[in-house]
């Protein structure tokens, strides 16, 4: 049982993609200390720009794609990736084809690099494994202001993620109303204070990570899991474009014999069984909330399909079909 666990917290963590993976509204200002470290112009096209986070006292490093036509202010897209934080082999530049995608589209589009096993949220105390996470506070009240600024963009922004971080962007935008005007959640389980939601957490948190939800969001029955719930929430999530999105598990095309996959995925077997499993409890989670919008009358773009594990093919295919969502939300043509 405990091995089972322990590669079941290891495939989220990696996203099956890499083999070594009271609401506050934002601030008006930058935070003191909050600032732009520097810029590596990789590309005409590609940036890695770096500030420094006066709440985890460190410098984020963030890969930037930057618009296409650059001639007047853009929107802004960011894009969290899983439990690995991006960190490894598991991430959007390298797993998908992210780049050229979005080569013709004027957006900056915002990856950052890091956030291991934190649930892109404030930790209330250091963790001795996992160490201080402040990452609500960064990306929400100290990064826009300052990224802004040096890419000259016009403030308009949406957010999406995949697996542990596709319920972490929903939440960032009901923690921080007006913020975000889309939110793109794939693969993800946005319930957080239900016993099977808390046993999914802390599978990635101590189970992969070593870390203590306690200093997360204390005991599970504190308030706190209840208001990072996106389910319980779900109410502000209303007037924000919404794209949702899950497989069922099943094995699709990307687990056919033959199917091009990136290449440091897992061995075919390992997606099929674990990935299939994972995506499972998130085509469960995901049902829910969109249950659960449809009661209260949320519109919102549903991919529901009838296979698919969790996997980066598949990632990529709905980063694909929430464009056009995400477009409106950033007041763009899709």
Same mark, same amino acid.
């Given at each position: 049982m405990r091995s089972a666990v322990a590669v079941l917290a290891a495939a989220i963590v990696m996203g099956l993609a890499a083999a070594p993976a009271?609401?506050?509204?934002?601030?008006?200002?930058?935070? %003191?200390?909050?600032?732009?470290?520097?810029?590596?112009? %990789?590309?005409d096209q590609r940036w890695n720009v770096f500030v420094h986070s006066p709440s985890m006292d460190e410098v984020v490093e963030l890969q930037v794609l930057r618009p296409?036509?650059?001639? $007047?202010?853009?929107?802004?897209?960011?894009?969290?990736?899983?439990?690995?934080?991006g960190e490894d082999g598991a991430n959007w530049t390298r797993q998908t084809d992210i780049v050229d995608f979005f080569g013709d589209k004027n957006v900056n589009v915002v990856i950052p690099v890091g956030g291991y096993i934190s649930y892109y949220t404030d930790w209330r105390r250091d963790d001795q494994e996992l160490g201080r996470n402040q990452w609500q506070t960064f990306l929400t009240r100290e990064l826009p202001p300052v990224l802004d600024a040096a890419l000259g963009a016009n403030g308009v922004n949406a957010i999406g993620g995949l697996s542990m971080s596709a319920g972490s962007v929903l939440d960032l935008a009901i923690q921080t109303p007006g913020l975000y005007r889309g939110v793109a959640s794939y693969s993800g389980c946005a319930m957080t204070s239900d016993?099977?939601?808390?046993?999914? %957490?802390? %599978?990635?948190?101590?189970?992969?990570?070593? =870390?203590?939800?306690?200093?997360?969001?204390?005991?599970?029955?504190?308030?706190?899991? $209840?208001? !990072?719930d996106p389910y319980v929430n779900a109410e502000k999530l209303?007037?924000?474009?919404?794209?949702?999105?899950?497989?069922?598990?099943?094995?699709?095309?990307?687990?056919e014999p033959g199917a091009t996959r990136p290449a440091a995925s897992p061995p075919l077997e390992d997606q099929i069984v674990v990935g299939g499993a994972i995506e499972a409890a998130t085509n469960h989670c995901t049902q829910r909330l969109v !249950?659960?919008?449809?009661?209260?009358?949320?519109?919102?773009? $549903?991919?529901?399909?009838?296979? =698919?594990?969790h996997s980066w093919g598949y990632w990529q295919e709905a980063l694909h079909r929430s464009w056009p969502v995400l477009a409106r939300a950033l007041r763009l043509e899709g």
């Open positions: 009271a609401a506050q509204a934002p601030g008006p200002a930058t935070p %003191v200390g909050a600032a732009l470290d520097h810029i590596e112009k %990789v590309s296409a036509d650059t001639s $007047v202010p853009r929107p802004t897209l960011y894009m969290l990736n899983g439990a690995g934080g016993p099977v939601g808390q046993a999914l %957490v802390r %599978v990635v948190v101590e189970g992969a990570g070593g =870390g203590d939800t306690r200093n997360m969001w204390g005991p599970t029955d504190d308030p706190e899991w $209840v208001r !990072h209303r007037g924000l474009e919404l794209f949702i999105s899950s497989g069922s598990g099943l094995p699709g095309p990307f687990e !249950h659960r919008l449809g009661e209260l009358g949320i519109p919102a773009e $549903v991919d529901l399909r009838p296979t =698919g594990t």
